[in-house]
């Protein structure tokens, strides 16, 4: 199962009632935070002061949701990209009812999971696959990017082989830019993009997409 999320506010009354039987409080959460551009975290010591558990401001926005679900800090790790290895972070992905991907730069998290060798181990992951933002863009095997301040131009982009028939368009605000860059997705590849803002999520079961909250589906 793959849940696509445009924020952190999936433990809101719009998607609390769908995902409470998704998300089990005695589930493992295995967080993937590998979005980070290197001008917000540098080395180890910064990872570590924004993901420590007890202090970490990007740590508690990433799990503050899921304690509404039951699940206690116990039961989440983290893959550190400045300390774990290859085996070591496949281990954690492995352990886990859910592997989470954080917001941010969405080929970085790509480029990070190529160089430790674990698209396969996510890709062929037996539980869910959840992200938010960029989190949410690579799980889709062709996914482009829209211009914006960090990306002067539309690009395609390869993401994980969990999702192949749609993209999907974060953070859509109806603007020229993003209509542009969905109406080309969908000519150039044929394939559908469902469009997100605050409030949505998209729920992937084999065949089966529901759309929660504000997520739809774009029409031309």
């Not at 199962?1 to 445009?6: R, T």
């Not at 990209?81 to 859910?98: Q, R, V, W």
């Not at 989190?135 to 192949?164: H, N, T, V, W």
């Not at 997705?185 to 559908?192: D, H, L, Q, T, V």
């Amino acid at each position: 199962m793959n849940i696509l999320l445009d924020g952190l506010d999936f433990h809101e009354s719009w998607a609390y009632k769908a995902l409470k039987n998704i998300i089990k409080p005695e589930y493992k959460i295995c967080v993937i935070p590998f979005a980070f551009h290197e001008d917000w975290i540098k080395n180890e010591a910064e990872w570590k002061k924004s993901y420590n558990k007890i202090s970490g401001e990007y740590y508690k926005n990433i799990v503050t949701p899921f304690y509404t679900y039951g699940i206690e800090d116990d039961n989440v790790t983290l893959v550190n990209y400045f300390t774990d290895s290859s085996e070591g972070a496949k281990t954690k992905i492995n352990s886990a009812d859910i592997v989470f991907f954080t917001g941010g730069f969405p080929n970085k998290i790509m480029s990070r999971l190529l160089e430790l060798d674990l698209v396969n181990t996510v890709e062929h992951h037996s539980g869910i696959i959840m992200g938010w933002s960029a989190g949410a863009m690579i799980q889709c095997s062709d996914y482009y990017i829209s211009p914006d301040k960090d990306y002067p131009e539309f690009i395609y982009e390869k993401g994980l082989r969990c999702i192949e028939n749609f993209a999907v368009e974060v953070h859509y605000k109806n603007t020229d830019s993003q209509k542009k860059s969905i109406e080309k997705y969908i000519r150039e590849n044929r394939k559908m993009v469902y469009t997100t803002q605050k409030q949505s999520a998209i729920i992937v079961d084999s065949d089966k997409v529901t759309l929660l909250g504000n997520a739809k589906v774009y029409k031309i």
